[in-house]
């Protein structure tokens, strides 16, 4: 028997080895003709190692050799603080900080001596969106908001996941540009239907906008939101790449199956403010809804205008929200180009969109929405010093659903499920489970920016200012916000 196992263990290697001599024989022949890659033709076989390294390279940078503090376009730090507090095990740290308050940029607040008592403390209120200017407004509840990722870009577990956190949380889910789907629904909380370029869900036959279909959306939707750009690719419409427009998606965004699905880079029927305005009014007239403004800002001009133009023609004109994407935004595929070098980062732009609003007179009028990296407490209520009434994240609950950073959301392969419409992957992320981890990131976001509210002598988040937050200029020396970024004069009314 011992002499049969031999024979058959010697026949076994043999073949084996056959087998690999004959893939290396291959590779060399291969390496050797082809035209493409000069280390290829110059070291056949070794020279596929450097490729191999170079792509591995990235996920070895990420979990053995950067600092907690110095990876992008998330550290581990800031993963690990979304990851605790999603599974509800606290944001409780030992031994000091690893921020290095010298880096210019960095934030701190201004603490008093002697903080709010609990007894003193005040809820966070609502804020009431549309109020008078529409048959429905829309009550708000939740500082922390979903940002827009449609489904397509990411799973249907994903969306059901977020759906029903949202729901539990009391936040908003805004849908993105690819449609309301029947995962969206799932929780039955509240829906922001955002009208992309390409009006997908929200269109007729030949693409264009549709009055019937937005009465039929706004019997389940608090709020419309027009998208003239986003962070990631402002000047550039979405793309999903044809691998993830299954039969389902084709059927919601209602354009062809399996092929790649373009936005225009710009609505075509809105060329400029007044249109824009015209398009406001008309979308909030039909569906009784609040009917608000997506955009990157690249300057002063367009935040004028609109300003401008909403004070010549009444504020029955004006969006009813502002949501503010800055240039590092993100969680869709992008140019790399547009991703690293188009549009004010949120630091710059939430303060000059306030401003125009304090200046105008459109403040209290328009509600502000900022977006843009802010997935910790801490730049949240930056943005609330700063002016905004509320912060969206979309990157900040994909780390809650157990995003990995793996940077494969336009490959179909994410590893976690979470931007895949492959079945196996998707058997990852788990509803039930995850959908709870959504809520506790919510609440917790919420819960600590209160924290940092009263620990600035404050009742409630609501209540933060400018001078509340000071900035890093140069190592040892910093300047406050509201001196930075002094308030306008605000006209007399």
């Given at each position: 028997?011992?002499?049969?196992?031999?024979?058959?263990?010697?026949?076994?290697?043999?073949?084996?080895?056959?087998?690999?001599?004959?893939?290396?024989?291959?590779?060399?022949?291969?390496?050797?003709?082809?035209?493409?890659?000069?280390?290829?033709?110059?070291?056949?076989?070794?020279?596929?190692?450097?490729?191999?390294?170079?792509?591995?390279?990235?996920?070895?940078?990420?979990?053995?050799?950067?600092?907690?503090?110095?990876?992008?376009?998330?550290?581990?730090?800031?993963?690990?603080?979304?990851?605790?507090?999603?599974?509800?095990?606290?944001?409780?740290?030992?031994?000091?900080?690893?921020?290095?308050?010298?880096?210019?940029?960095?934030?701190?607040?201004?603490?008093?001596?002697?903080?709010?008592?609990?007894?003193?403390?005040?809820?966070?209120?609502?804020?009431?969106?549309?109020?008078?200017?529409?048959?429905?407004?829309?009550?708000?509840?939740?500082?922390?908001?979903?940002?827009?990722?449609?489904?397509?870009?990411?799973?249907?577990?994903?969306?059901?996941?977020?759906?029903?956190?949202?729901?539990?949380?009391?936040?908003?889910?805004?849908?993105?540009?690819?449609?309301?789907?029947?995962?969206?629904?799932?929780?039955?909380?509240?829906?922001?239907?955002?009208?992309?370029?390409?009006?997908?869900?929200?269109?007729?036959?030949?693409?264009?906008?549709?009055?019937?279909?937005?009465?039929?959306?706004?019997?389940?939707?608090?709020?419309?939101?027009?998208?003239?750009?986003?962070?990631?690719?402002?000047?550039?419409?979405?793309?999903?790449?044809?691998?993830?427009?299954?039969?389902?998606?084709?059927?919601?965004?209602?354009?062809?199956a399996h092929r790649d699905s373009i936005s225009p880079n710009r609505h075509r029927d809105i060329g400029n403010v007044d249109e824009l305005l015209d398009k406001i009014a008309h979308i909030r007239d039909l569906t009784g809804r609040p009917v608000g403004v997506k955009a990157a800002i690249g300057g002063w001009r367009f935040i004028n205008e609109l300003c401008d133009a909403v004070n010549r023609r009444g504020s029955e004109y004006a969006p009813d929200f502002l949501n503010i994407d800055g240039g590092e935004g993100g969680s869709g595929a992008a140019p790399q180009t547009l991703f690293d070098h188009m549009s004010l980062p949120i630091a710059e732009a939430l303060p000059r969109v306030v401003d125009a609003l304090l200046e105008s007179g459109l403040r209290d009028r328009i509600r502000v929405v900022a977006a843009g990296k802010l997935v910790t407490p801490a730049r949240a209520a930056w943005a609330l010093?700063?002016?905004?009434?509320?912060?969206?994240?979309?990157?900040?609950?994909?780390?809650?659903?157990?995003?990995?950073?793996?940077?494969?959301?336009?490959?179909?392969?994410?590893?976690?499920?979470?931007?895949?419409?492959?079945?196996?992957?998707?058997?990852?992320?788990?509803?039930?489970?995850?959908?709870?981890?959504?809520?506790?990131?919510?609440?917790?976001?919420?819960?600590?920016?209160?924290?940092?509210?009263?620990?600035?002598?404050?009742?409630?988040?609501?209540?933060?200012?400018?001078?509340?937050?000071?900035?890093?200029?140069?190592?040892?020396?910093?300047?406050?916000?509201?001196?930075?970024?002094?308030?306008?004069?605000?006209?007399?009314?």
């Amino acid at each position: 028997m011992s002499d049969a196992l031999k024979v058959i263990s010697y026949g076994f290697g043999t073949i084996v080895g056959l087998i690999v001599i004959g893939i290396v024989v291959f590779w060399f022949i291969q390496d050797i003709t082809q035209k493409k890659h000069s280390i290829l033709r110059n070291y056949p076989v070794i020279g596929r190692l450097r490729f191999f390294l170079e792509k591995q390279g990235e996920y070895f940078r990420q979990y053995f050799f950067s600092s907690d503090r110095s990876e992008m376009p998330f550290n581990r730090a800031t993963r690990s603080w979304v990851y605790r507090n999603a599974k509800n095990e606290g944001g409780i740290v030992g031994f000091g900080s690893t921020n290095d308050l010298r880096e210019p940029g960095s934030i701190f607040f201004v603490n008093v001596a002697f903080p709010v008592l609990e007894s003193d403390r005040l809820p966070t209120p609502p804020l009431i969106i549309g109020e008078g200017y529409c048959e429905h407004p829309f009550h708000a509840k939740s500082i922390i908001n979903i940002s827009g990722m449609s489904y397509g870009a990411i799973s249907a577990p994903a969306v059901r996941a977020l759906s029903l956190g949202a729901a539990e949380a009391g936040c908003w889910l805004n849908t993105g540009e690819g449609g309301l789907s029947p995962y969206h629904l799932e929780g039955g909380g509240d829906i922001v239907m955002q009208i992309g370029t390409a009006k997908y869900g929200i269109r007729d036959q030949e693409g264009n906008f549709s009055p019937e279909r937005a009465k039929e959306l706004a019997k389940v939707v608090k709020a419309f939101e027009i998208k003239l750009s986003q962070g990631a690719k402002p000047g550039k419409g979405g793309l999903l790449p044809g691998t993830k427009v299954t039969n389902e998606i084709s059927a919601i965004r209602g354009i062809p199956a399996h092929r790649d699905s373009i936005s225009p880079n710009r609505h075509r029927d809105i060329g400029n403010v007044d249109e824009l305005l015209d398009k406001i009014a008309h979308i909030r007239d039909l569906t009784g809804r609040p009917v608000g403004v997506k955009a990157a800002i690249g300057g002063w001009r367009f935040i004028n205008e609109l300003c401008d133009a909403v004070n010549r023609r009444g504020s029955e004109y004006a969006p009813d929200f502002l949501n503010i994407d800055g240039g590092e935004g993100g969680s869709g595929a992008a140019p790399q180009t547009l991703f690293d070098h188009m549009s004010l980062p949120i630091a710059e732009a939430l303060p000059r969109v306030v401003d125009a609003l304090l200046e105008s007179g459109l403040r209290d009028r328009i509600r502000v929405v900022a977006a843009g990296k802010l997935v910790t407490p801490a730049r949240a209520a930056w943005a609330l010093c700063v002016g905004a009434d509320f912060v969206n994240t979309a990157r900040g609950f994909m780390f809650s659903l157990g995003c990995i950073q793996a940077m494969r959301c336009h490959l179909n392969t994410c590893p976690t499920g979470i931007t895949t419409h492959n079945r196996r992957l998707q058997r990852g992320l788990v509803v039930q489970e995850k959908y709870q981890r959504v809520a506790n990131y919510a609440k917790n976001m919420n819960r600590e920016i209160d924290m940092i509210a009263y620990s600035c002598g404050l009742r409630h988040a609501r209540q933060l200012k400018r001078e509340h937050v000071r900035i890093v200029e140069t190592a040892g020396k910093s300047v406050a916000l509201n001196i930075l970024y002094p308030y306008p004069e605000i006209p007399s009314l």
